[in-house]
């Protein structure tokens, strides 16, 4: 069979250089502490005469799940090195980089020289060429958030062999940062809160965009999901997840052990699931290419090992890769207009999976659609959820004018900012609204809030030179009970403040893509002429929104990923025949 991919990657290796001359350090126990990504990490660090002998972390609030990697091996490596100038975890570089700070700190207290252990040295660059293994699986699965755990767990449990490709150092994906949520009808969890007689079809007619231009006759692939989710639940029950609330609005369904935190606890769960089938998980493993034969079809997958091109050969590759959000150069091409917006999701979410698909011939479906996107903080990049719903503060641009009905939800409102001036806007809070609402310390803690005793103070520190005018304006209709500007009805009431004025500037973040490559509804991958690239399948976001692109409004990511996920494993078995 002839391979049409090969590669010869030039490699840059890191050595570390080794260190001496700790023999002059006080043998001890030295504590030591640097800012991580969600507030302090503090480590012990014992040195013996001539070496740090142990670092552990003793304190810290990092994110479960995502930080785990870099607290168990940046410790570890410093040890292994004797060296602070170590590998950061990719994902977790905030807390990889607090971790060496902190170590550094406890170093400096102990009198040594620290900066002197912070030398790498750089090889000259090496070639390396393509190794094939001769490791063989049935089914590859590529990414390994929701849709690839899915897919993995299924493919394994109905007896394929199944090797899971993770380029990060963990699984899990965007959902590691997301509500941990899905949204689904008819469920025992619901009628467990009192919750009967809900059906997927009163679902999806809520759920209907009935401004989208992208309505079809047929929602085959958003009726295949919202049934599917409906199963899912149930499945997923059955395999012992835990939902700890329901939210009766948005049909979330809370994954334990609590809003913002199940993704973890999901990932985890069928990770320890897929391995007890016997799939083979390869984390820290980027897949680069794909392998096709002379027909086209898809054989295998090229993986950067440790900056080595490996080749795995299997009959069915399952491409669950996820979006394109931090991939400026693909947002950039597909919307122009949000080339200055950060990215919000996952550090994952680079497109790997578009980019090696279309390569083979895939068609795109939905590039039209758009990216889904919420506020983070300007000034410091942490997310700032559904806050404007919570409370009456309003959302002015940097000349100090509301510009949207702050009522809206948070894709919505952010979607409306990124078209303001420099795509930011403040968001104006009273010293009510911080007593109320316990985040907002988190944000001034975390360095996102700009304070103020007055308004005017307030204008002159953001620079909105309209903002006292606006507010006068804004409380005289709330005393008229009537937003004539902009329509806003639910938080609706005058703006005043006892105490300090707060703004927290914020600038929309895109976190999902609605735009993917082509599948049908059994997850095959379509070629522009409609026709299947043989042993390639497609689950998840890396297929974009399957309800956006039929006229839905985006709602249940993780659910979407689950359901075709399930599916690509259920068609890529029976195919191959096991
Ligand atoms: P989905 O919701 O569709 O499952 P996610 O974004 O949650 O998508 O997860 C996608 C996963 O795929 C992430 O864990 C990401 O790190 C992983 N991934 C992305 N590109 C690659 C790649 N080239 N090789 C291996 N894993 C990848």
Redesign the pocket.
């Given at each position: 069979m002839k391979k049409t991919v090969s590669l010869i990657l030039a490699l840059l290796m890191c050595f570390t250089m080794a260190v001496n001359g700790m023999a002059d350090y006080s043998a001890g126990t030295y504590t030591g502490t640097a800012a991580g990504r969600n507030g302090d990490i503090t480590v012990e660090v014992i040195l013996s005469g001539d070496a740090i002998e142990s670092v552990t972390v003793t304190a810290h609030q990092e994110t479960p799940g995502i930080s785990d990697a870099a607290l168990a091996s940046v410790p570890a490596a410093i040890v292994e090195k004797q060296s602070l100038a170590v590998d950061t975890v990719a994902g977790a570089t905030i807390t990889s980089a607090a971790i060496i700070d902190a170590v550094e700190a406890a170093l400096i207290s102990a009198g040594v020289d620290a900066e002197a252990l912070k030398t790498a040295e750089t090889a000259d660059a090496v070639e390396a060429e393509l190794v094939v293994s001769d490791e063989t699986y049935d089914i590859i699965v590529?990414?390994?958030?929701?849709?690839?755990l899915m897919a993995s767990v299924t493919a394994s449990e109905k007896g394929a062999r199944v090797l899971l490709?993770?380029?990060?150092p963990y699984?899990?994906?965007?959902?590691l940062i997301s509500g941990g949520c899905i949204q689904a009808a008819d469920t025992s969890v619901q009628r467990a809160y009192g919750i009967v007689g809900d059906t997927v079809e009163q679902y999806m007619e809520e759920d209907r965009d009935p401004e989208s231009p992208y309505a079809t006759d047929d929602p085959a692939f958003t009726r295949t999901m919202y049934r599917g989710c409906s199963d899912m639940i149930e499945e997923l029950v059955g395999r012992g997840l835990e939902f700890v609330d329901y939210d009766p609005v948005m049909r979330y369904h809370v994954i334990g052990p609590a809003m913002f935190y199940g993704g973890n606890t999901l990932a985890q769960m069928l990770k320890d699931q897929a391995v007890a089938a016997g799939a083979v998980f390869k984390l820290n493993?980027?897949?680069?290419g794909l392998v096709t034969d002379e027909a086209g079809s898809v054989t295998g997958v090229i993986v950067d090992d440790n900056g080595h091109p490996v080749q795995y050969n299997a009959s069915a590759v399952i491409v669950?890769?996820?979006?394109f959000s931090s991939n400026n150069e693909l947002i950039s091409t597909y919307y122009p207009e949000y080339h200055l917006l950060p990215s919000s999701?996952?550090v994952?979410?680079?497109g790997?999976?578009f980019i090696m698909a279309t390569a083979v011939g895939a068609a795109t479906r939905g590039m039209d659609t758009d990216q889904q996107m919420f506020f983070v903080s300007a000034d410091t990049n942490i997310g700032i959820p559904m806050l404007l719903m919570s409370c009456n503060a309003i959302l002015v641009n940097q000349s100090g004018d509301r510009f949207v009905n702050e009522d809206l939800d948070d894709y919505a409102a952010a979607h409306v900012t990124a078209y303001q001036e420099g795509s930011i806007g403040y968001m104006i809070l009273s010293e009510e609204i911080r007593r109320a609402l316990p985040e907002i310390q988190d944000y001034i803690d975390q360095g996102a809030v700009v304070e103020a005793s007055s308004i005017d103070e307030l204008a002159e520190k953001i620079g909105t030179e309209n903002l006292a005018a606006t507010l006068a304006h804004y409380n005289e209709m709330a005393a008229a009970g009537s937003d004539a500007d902009f329509g806003r009805t639910f938080n609706f009431s005058e703006l005043t403040s006892s105490g300090n004025w707060y703004a927290i500037k914020v600038i929309p973040a895109v976190f999902n893509s609605f735009g993917g490559i082509a599948i049908d509804l059994d997850t095959h991958v379509l070629r522009e002429d409609g026709s299947v690239i043989g042993g390639l399948y497609a689950?998840?976001?890396?297929t974009g929104s399957v309800e956006v692109w039929e006229g839905y409004y985006y709602t249940t990511?993780?659910g979407q990923?689950l359901v075709y996920?399930k599916i690509a494993a259920n068609t890529a078995v029976d195919e191959i025949g096991r």
């Open positions: 590529i990414g390994g958030g929701p849709a690839g490709l993770e380029k990060m699984v899990g994906g965007n959902m493993t980027r897949a680069t669950a890769t996820g979006g999701a996952s994952g979410t680079t790997d999976g689950a998840g976001e890396v990511g993780i990923a996920g």
